[in-house]
């Protein structure tokens, strides 16, 4: 069938942020300088292609503290729990913490809260290794973790003051609702946003292009909360959405009768992944199809600081 294919638009915002590029530096010149085993503890980001790719570079990857043999580990984007810095300096392991700035910025206000006497609900996926990290800075029983409305509805008040957090990638229309029924449960309770500004520019793209376009693709890791979040905000205003790891799972039967496709990926996602996708999609079209490139520059500041080594 001939494309109908004419236009493919890029969102103002999209892919690596300043905190994913942050980490992956710091992981390319920590396998570089030592000399002994460089591993991560899971991945760096949310991304395959960065993590074979960092494979091949010295930097390997392991599940736990246990599992590494020694030399160096890296904390990923994400952060880690308190209790994995400790059994890393139990175990004689170089540590060097790639945490983004705004990770440790949340992980602070928790130890804030947690001294000041505070229960904090954190709106985010318990699964999610941010979530785990920030969970992992407070005592037991402190922290209860919400993924929606209902979720919240069942929290008790323990009769302690009360705080509302967020995972940085959380969908802010939805944390704004929760905000809202949170100060309606329980008056008093303080709320802070703690969505990084990097998700929210990229989440404000989406809402702006998905609804132009007949198609909207995301590219990224299927395991990448940031990306799957552009997925499902880009379908509440898009008649079809699809996240995809690469121009390789695109299924040619989702450009039927589609005359213009919007193209934005996640903040774990290299860029070369998201040309790729601009390419098939020009090749499809027969080389016709004009791509539309906004300007593009993010708001974000994120000062790119050493890392700490212990
Ligand atoms: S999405 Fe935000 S919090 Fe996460 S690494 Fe990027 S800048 Fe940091």
Not at 143 to 159: F, G, K, P, S, Y
Not at 233 to 244: D, E, F, N, P, Q
């Amino acid at each position: 069938m001939r494309s109908k294919l004419t236009t493919i638009r890029l969102a103002r915002h999209y892919g690596f942020c300043m905190g994913v590029t942050r980490a992956i530096r710091i992981a390319l010149r920590t396998g570089e300088d030592k000399v002994g085993p460089v591993n991560v503890i899971h991945d760096i980001v949310h991304n395959d292609t960065v993590v074979k790719d960092l494979a091949e570079r010295n930097v390997g990857r392991v599940v736990s503290v246990a599992d590494a043999p020694g030399g160096t580990i890296i904390v990923p984007a994400h952060g880690a729990p308190l209790a994995l810095f400790e059994e890393a300096q139990r175990r004689g392991l170089e540590i060097i913490d790639a945490t983004c700035p705004l990770v440790i910025k949340i992980q602070r206000i928790v130890r804030r809260l947690i001294d000041d006497g505070y229960q904090i609900i954190h709106f985010g996926d318990l699964h999610h290794d941010e979530t785990r990290a920030v969970v992992g800075q407070a005592p037991e029983g402190r922290m209860v973790v919400i993924h929606d409305l209902r979720e919240l509805q069942t929290v008790r008040n323990i009769d302690r003051k009360m705080a509302l957090t967020s995972q940085t990638t959380a969908d802010a229309v939805e944390f704004a609702r929760i905000s809202r029924e949170a100060a309606r449960l329980f008056p008093g309770i303080i709320v802070c946003d703690t969505i990084c500004n990097a998700t929210g520019q990229r989440q404000k793209a989406v809402l702006e292009l998905a609804p132009e376009v007949d198609l909207m693709l995301i590219v990224g890791s299927h395991s990448s909360a940031n990306s799957k979040r552009l997925r499902d905000i880009s379908r509440t205003v898009c008649r079809a959405a699809y996240l995809i790891n690469s121009a390789g799972e695109i299924d040619p039967a989702w450009l039927d009768d589609v005359v213009s496709v919007g193209v934005t990926a996640g903040a774990s996602t290299p860029d070369v992944l998201a040309e790729e996708v601009v390419d098939w999609l020009v090749a499809y079209s027969g080389g016709t199809a004009e791509v539309i490139r906004p300007d593009r520059r993010d708001d974000e500041t994120i000062e790119m600081i050493e890392p700490a080594s212990e």
